[in-house]
């Protein structure tokens, strides 16, 4: 961010929300209450012990 730039707070409104649900409906994206999960746009950022020593040991055999 450019020094000195304007920082506006952005945060997601019910009524944002509610300008969205009809497309998303349409698409047939929608879901019962029940069945709704959050979406993470980081969701996976860490590997797991055995993912890391996988690669690891793929690493190993490339040398």
């Known amino acids: 961010m450019p020094a000195g730039g304007l920082v506006v707070p952005?945060?997601?409104?019910?009524?944002?929300?509610l300008r969205l649900a009809p497309a998303?409906?349409?698409?047939g994206l929608a879901?019962?209450?029940e069945?709704?999960?959050p979406l993470y746009v980081?969701?996976?950022v860490a590997q797991t012990t055995q993912e890391r020593l996988a690669?690891?040991?793929?690493?190993t055999?490339?040398?």
Do not use: E, S, Y
């Open 10 to 17: 952005a945060l997601p409104t019910a009524a944002a929300l």
């Open 61 to 63: 055999k490339a040398d």
């Open 31 to 33: 879901v019962p209450a």
């Open 42 to 44: 980081r969701d996976k």
């Open 55 to 59: 690669a690891k040991a793929a690493a």
């Open 35 to 37: 069945q709704a999960l």
């Open 24 to 27: 998303l409906m349409a698409q």
